[in-house]
């Protein structure tokens, strides 16, 4: 079992800058898949950032060149490092984990389907 634990979401004025950490906690795998994905109300989550532990990573179009996704050594912190955040990068920010090595083309990364383990959410909110 794998628990996650966001922390970092708050609310901030538009261009600024928020990081987001996840904790993993639990059982530990060798090879891994960790992202970043959010839910706007009303709306299905979507891919943000996600990074396998062969050291790929795959950005959703609308976060490139903004975010920045990292993790420790171990794979137990997964950081999103978030920059010139607009109102539409308002959202619940949710961490997932997937135990396995990346099973599909990289843009998996960032696919909800492709994860089993999830946090409870962080709320972020960029006024304007």
């Known amino acids: 079992q794998v628990r996650l634990q966001e922390s970092g979401g708050a609310s901030v004025q538009s261009g600024g800058s928020l990081t987001l950490s996840c904790a993993v906690s639990?059982?530990?795998?060798?090879?891994?898949?960790m992202g970043w994905f959010r839910q706007f109300p009303g709306k299905e989550r979507e891919g943000v950032a996600g990074?396998?532990?062969?050291?790929?990573?795959r950005y959703a179009d609308s976060v490139k060149g903004r975010f920045t996704l990292s993790k420790d050594g171990v794979g137990k912190i997964l950081t999103l490092k978030m920059n010139s955040l607009t109102p539409e990068d308002s959202a619940t920010y949710f961490c997932?984990?997937?135990?396995?090595?990346?099973?599909?083309?990289?843009?998996?990364?960032?696919?909800?389907?492709?994860?089993?383990?999830w946090g409870q959410g962080t709320q972020v909110s960029v006024s304007s």
């Open positions: 639990g059982y530990s795998y060798s090879s891994y898949c």
């Open positions: 990074l396998s532990s062969d050291g790929r990573i």
């Open positions: 997932a984990y997937e135990g396995k090595s990346l099973q599909g083309p990289e843009w998996w990364l960032i696919l909800p389907a492709a994860y089993s383990y």
